[in-house]
């Protein structure tokens, strides 16, 4: 067989030329990080099911019109998506007070904000992904003022379906991190969700306890990561009900 060729390799996955032009295989790591990378463990069985739940929810934003770049699944941990130009920005949308807003303005975290909050940071790992305003993005040329419109349009519908997928499942979304990409039909340019959505970008709550079960489990030791993102998957019927650990885990087809 022949050995596929790598087009890019970062913290959580790594990017393989597609089996067709403007085509990539998209591979989940069971590596997690926190802080930059400052801190790192590999987690087994956590890119399996990360695979499964980004496939969840871009299959979900397909079936309400937001476009994506997830085309199927093809294994455990590996998806085909579409070819993306990524522009170079994290677009984080927030619900509620927490992490580093939180520390900015002094607010206690589970702070309900007065709407949902459309922030931006430079992608750039050696910066440590730097908050940016919408002028700098204009201005340095990463998105013009039509882009930035259509990339808030695109992360307000996503936030409005996961808020509901999980707030049926009894989790609060209080924040999350998308990545948006350019693909082209001919001269026409679109803007379509792109890289992942998963309990590593998103800030997870149980709406009881307060429970977290996202990575926030892991930046702050606050117990066992796969155990949390299990969880989820269980509330989500991504996984059967009656499991327990993540190590090996059965996936509903």
Not at 69 to 81: A, K, V
Not at 246 to 251: S, V
Request: aromatic residues 10%; charged residues 30%.
């Amino acid at each position: 067989m022949a050995r596929r060729k790598k087009i890019y390799e970062g913290k959580a996955k790594i990017l393989y030329e597609g089996p067709e032009p403007g085509t990539f295989v998209q591979y989940f790591k069971d590596d997690a990080t926190a802080f930059n990378a400052q801190k790192k463990d590999v987690i087994e069985g956590k890119g399996v099911l990360n695979n499964r739940l980004s496939e969840f929810f871009m299959q979900g934003l397909t079936n309400i019109g937001v476009p994506n770049h997830f085309i199927r699944r093809i294994n455990m941990r590996e998806q085909l998506i579409r070819q993306v130009e990524i522009i170079p920005l994290e677009v984080i949308v927030r619900n509620f007070a927490a992490g580093s807003l939180s520390k900015r303005l002094g607010m206690e975290e589970g702070t309900a904000l007065p709407r949902p909050i459309v922030e931006y940071s430079y992608k750039n790992d050696a910066l440590g992904d730097p908050m940016v305003s919408e002028e700098y993005v204009v201005a340095f040329g990463w998105a013009n003022q039509q882009d930035l419109d259509d990339i808030v349009s695109l992360a307000l519908r996503v936030n409005d379906f996961l808020s509901g997928v999980f707030y049926a499942v009894g989790i609060k979304l209080v924040d999350f991190k998308i990545e948006v990409g350019r693909i082209w039909d001919g001269d026409f340019m679109r803007l379509i969700v792109a890289d992942e959505i998963s309990p590593d970008s998103c800030r997870l709550w149980d709406v009881k306890s307060g429970r977290k079960l996202d990575k926030d489990v892991f930046r702050r030791d606050l117990g066992d990561l796969a155990d949390a993102y299990s969880e989820v998957a269980r509330r989500l019927g991504v996984l059967p009900a009656q499991t327990t650990h993540l190590t090996k885990p059965t996936l509903i087809n």
